[in-house]
């Protein structure tokens, strides 16, 4: 199955329905082509590089905490969760970026420094609905790593309970298209 590659503590955040967009523009790797949704149903395979209490909002610093206290073993990852893709836009708009603050963790200072990185290229906003599945340790392979969005852990996991109920999801679902259409 397709993973998609994101920071630990925002994979915290997602199985726990404080969070529901992702905002992107891609690997250092991707460049080229920004990032693109390759899948509509995905692993979330959490990452522990790149996050700093000054990138996440003060009330989710605990999740940052957690995940560096419980850093997985040596040679593995553990997988907690998968999305499934709601909805998805390219935004430039700084207003529109700034509007979907309430459905991610991340602070406004490291949404600019993503903005100011290619500037030309827009955001890729993308809506999740998140489920939590019991943990599964897998093994870590050479092919996972380096800065690139997108990896197949070639494991089937199996399916799980949704995070946010039908109404939640639907209602935030609902907020989100109206600020990025």
């Known amino acids: 199955m397709d993973a998609l590659k994101e920071w630990a503590t925002v994979v915290k955040a997602l199985e726990n329905g404080e969070q529901t967009v992702i905002l992107r523009k891609g690997g250092i790797l991707e460049t080229a082509s920004g990032f693109n949704v390759e899948a509509k149903k995905f692993i979330l395979f959490p990452?522990?590089?790149?996050?700093?209490?000054?990138?996440?909002?003060?009330?989710?610093?605990?999740?940052?905490?957690?995940?560096?206290?419980?850093?997985?073993?040596?040679?593995?990852?553990?997988?907690?969760?998968?999305?499934?893709?709601?909805?998805?836009?390219?935004?430039?708009?700084?207003?529109?970026?700034n509007a979907l603050s309430e459905f991610h963790i991340w602070s406004d200072s490291y949404i600019q420094e993503r903005r100011n990185w290619e500037p030309e290229k827009p955001i890729k906003a993308v809506f999740l609905r998140v489920f939590k599945i019991p943990k599964q340790e897998i093994q870590l392979k050479s092919e996972f790593q380096g800065c690139k969005s997108w990896i197949n852990i070639n494991e089937e996991i199996q399916a799980g309970e949704p995070v946010l109920t039908d109404e939640e999801i639907r209602t935030k679902l609902e907020k989100f298209k109206e600020i990025v259409n």
């Open 47 to 97: 990452t522990f590089e790149h996050q700093e209490v000054n990138h996440i909002k003060t009330p989710f610093h605990k999740y940052l905490t957690e995940v560096k206290a419980n850093p997985p073993k040596n040679g593995t990852n553990s997988i907690t969760c998968y999305a499934e893709v709601l909805d998805e836009a390219d935004i430039s708009s700084h207003e529109k970026i």
